[in-house]
């Protein structure tokens, strides 16, 4: 298992402007869901933004630390939108 | 990845225009994510077939380097990689998902 501030600083190294959210789904640290907003996303598929997140994360979710990511990404101008309607 | 499991993995994506890689089938999904994205297409009322990674390490490890993604389930749709549980939800909710679909099927 991970620490949600290992995940943070996973996906902080490989994306420096990320605002991550870490909820830990059942307390193991295994079920994790993340909340990324990045200007890195700008213009790439949802597919895309993901793998970007994936990537930042590889080594956690290859040897199983990490067994289920569900995942949410922003670009900051969509971010805003769903922020403010929340 | 061995070219026959490349083989195998394209010749389910080719020959089915919705096609889940998932664990369990569509009668018994053994993952709630699996459930999910079984769960969203039962809803659209589209025909799909599903593919039981645990039923196969070969193709259960093939598909995340084939896709280029890390987790399971995986949907393909006129074989190309439409995304996972998350992104499954995400375009359901926003409608996209119908819209996608519909243009799929009809082409």
């Not at chain 1, 193991?28 to 990537?55: I, N």
Request: proline share 4%; glycine share 6%; hydrophobic share 40%.
């Amino acid at each position: 298992m991970v620490t949600a501030d290992q995940v943070i600083s996973m996906i902080q190294t490989d994306m420096p402007d990320a605002e991550v959210q870490v909820n830990d789904l059942t307390g193991g640290g295994d079920h994790l869901e993340v909340t990324v907003v990045s200007e890195a996303f700008a213009g790439r598929s949802l597919v895309q933004q993901h793998q970007l997140v994936y990537k930042a994360v590889q080594s956690a979710m290859s040897s199983e630390a990490i067994h289920a990511l569900a995942l949410k990404t922003y670009t900051p101008e969509t971010w805003s939108k769903v922020s403010q309607s929340a | 990845m061995a070219p026959e499991v490349q083989e195998r993995i394209e010749t389910l994506i080719n020959d089915n225009k919705i096609m889940v890689f998932m664990k369990g089938n569509k009668l018994m999904p053994q993952c709630g994510f699996s459930n999910n994205v079984v769960q969203i297409l039962n809803v659209l009322g589209v025909p799909f077939e599903t593919f039981d990674v645990l039923s196969d390490y070969d193709v259960r490890q093939g598909i995340k380097e084939y896709s280029n993604w890390p987790t399971i389930p995986q949907v393909y749709l006129n074989g190309e990689f439409l995304g996972g549980s998350d992104i499954l939800i995400e375009l359901y909710q926003n409608g996209q998902l119908q819209e996608t679909v519909e243009v799929a099927l009809a082409s």
